[in-house]
């Protein structure tokens, strides 16, 4: 079984031509009655194949069709969903009552004609309903998300009970048939690749390292607001452990010049991306005969960089190296662009990368940068760094490294009043973030233990000059994203 994420105005034509087994129609952040927003076929709905309908898909399946959906009635974070169907095909074998995750802004009040209602919750009174006689189902909160207890259930009943799915797709093979593939497009030519230390970019080195050998150099940008050690430890892994050509462009006073006075959060977004891609294409031109340039692009990149050409807004600018290929007239390889997220941790772990990169968690392109709120100087990266660092090795010594999605400090352009010895201190506040989460769209901030807390706030004020308090943030995404800028 294999899926595949096409924009919504996708012909009728392509989709028949795939013959797939079941749609999905996505949520997204538009009304139906806004006039921008997306609209698909009614076609689609008689295709005579199973249709779920999420969030936004599902209140236009409810608009479309005759149902009634009314504007401005949201629902957002966590909600209570109780099953009121006694016979249900999403709901079969699951408990009545569950925990879901909502993120709307206008709820269907009036099922569409042929639709039962399945599920309710307390600000969506139609958060579930079937039309079993044509196979159309839909959901208001969104059963792919981490938080909504029996998502996968749910989408496991769909896609299974429902469209007769057999979930036989399979990693094993994924490596030999990369390798096969990479030196069938890249032939005896040379391959440059950006290598930030991240797991999709170590990923993708090692694997066209493993197909191409000496045919690969990567180029590591030290752009300055990297965590602590960084630099080192990349190198010094790629090189040494792996045997891979690394060059090492050191630019980090560069980067900082350009980032002095500036606080605007997409501004600093844009310099750092401007500034890499001017850097890595200087560093790349002395390559001799390179022809070709690798990028870590995974499955989501895809799906979120169409997504901000097409209707969905853009929240923050997370792509720093588009049109880098173009620009260099180098043609474009991506291997691991069909992978999601895990299944390239698996294919690290079959390439023998060590745990502890294979397990890392994200890092931003515009690094510390988007965590120092405020203007970013070699003095407050340096302040940041200290502390990032004594957070993480608490976090990695008390075993919750490997539990959470994503950890950091962020420094903040606050200053506050304390007392060390008898002293009064006037220094920054910190924030420390700390997400769970599978996807990264959504995440809900960890609940850590109150000593683990203690400690990190009392090391951190008691070792980094200039931070004199520590805070901790309780926000989910959405309301809130995971990062700070
Ligand atoms: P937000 O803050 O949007 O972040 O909730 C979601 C995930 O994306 C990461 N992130 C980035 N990754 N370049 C990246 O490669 C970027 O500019 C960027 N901004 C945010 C963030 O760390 C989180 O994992």
Redesign the pocket.
């Given at each position: 079984m294999f899926s595949e994420v096409l924009p919504f105005d996708t012909s009728m034509d392509r989709i028949r031509a795939r013959k797939p087994i079941g749609l999905i129609l996505s949520g997204g952040p538009e009304s139906v009655y806004d006039p921008q927003a997306p609209v698909v076929e009614d076609a689609l709905f008689s295709l005579g194949i199973p249709v779920l309908g999420i969030c936004y898909g599902m209140q236009f399946m409810m608009h479309r069709l005759g149902g009634g959906v009314e504007a401005g009635h949201g629902e957002y974070g966590r909600a209570k969903a109780r099953v009121l169907a006694e016979r249900s095909d999403l709901f079969t074998g699951l408990d009545r009552d569950q925990q879901v995750w909502a993120s709307h802004g206008d709820r269907v009040l009036r099922a569409a004609p042929g639709f039962v209602q399945t599920a309710e919750s307390d600000g969506a009174p139609f958060t579930a309903v079937e039309d079993r006689e044509r196979n159309l189902y839909g959901l208001q909160f969104h059963p792919e998300v981490h938080h909504t207890d029996h998502g996968t259930a749910i989408l496991r009943n769909f896609l299974y009970g429902v469209c007769g799915a057999v979930g036989d797709w399979s990693l094993a093979s994924f490596v030999e048939q990369a390798i096969q593939e990479i030196r069938g497009q890249v032939g005896d030519a040379h391959v440059v690749c950006g290598l930030?230390g991240?797991v999709d970019s170590s990923v993708m080195a090692l694997l066209l390292h493993r197909a191409l050998g000496d045919a690969l150099t990567c180029i590591f940008v030290n752009n300055g607001v990297l965590r602590k050690g960084e630099v080192d430890e990349v190198i010094h892994r790629f090189r040494e452990d792996y045997h891979l050509d690394v060059r090492l462009a050191d630019s980090a006073d560069m980067f900082l010049s350009r980032l002095a006075g500036v606080t605007e959060p997409e501004r600093k977004?844009k310099i750092?991306?401007e500034t890499f891609i001017e850097i890595f294409e200087a560093e790349a031109a002395r390559i001799k005969d390179a022809r070709f340039l690798a990028q870590g692009t995974i499955y989501p990149d895809r799906i979120e960089s169409a997504s901000v050409k097409g209707p969905s807004a853009t929240?923050?600018?997370?792509?720093?190296v588009g049109g880098l290929p173009d620009r260099m007239n180098l043609s474009l390889v991506e291997p691991l662009r069909d992978l999601f997220k895990d299944e390239v941790r698996e294919v690290g772990r079959e390439l023998g990368l060590s745990a502890a990169f294979v397990g890392r968690?994200?890092?931003?392109?515009?690094g510390l940068a988007?965590r120092i709120l405020g203007e970013v100087t070699a003095e407050r990266v340096g302040v940041l760094q200290q502390a990032d660092a004594i957070f993480i090795s608490e976090l990695r010594s008390y075993g919750l490294y490997d539990s959470t999605?994503?950890a950091?400090v962020v420094l903040l352009p606050v200053k506050t009043v304390g007392v060390m010895g008898d002293q009064r201190t006037y220094e920054s506040v910190a924030a420390i973030r700390v997400v769970t989460?599978t996807d990264?769209?959504t995440?809900d901030w960890a609940r850590l233990p109150a000593e683990f807390l203690a400690l990190v706030a009392n090391r951190i004020v008691n070792e980094v000059r200039g931070i004199n308090r520590v805070v901790y943030d309780i926000t989910s995404?959405p309301p809130?994203?995971?990062?700070?800028?």
């Open positions: 930030s991240g977004r750092i991306g929240i923050k600018t997370h792509h720093n968690h994200p890092f931003p392109g515009p988007v999605a994503q950091f989460t990264f769209m995440a995404k809130g994203t995971i990062e700070w800028e």
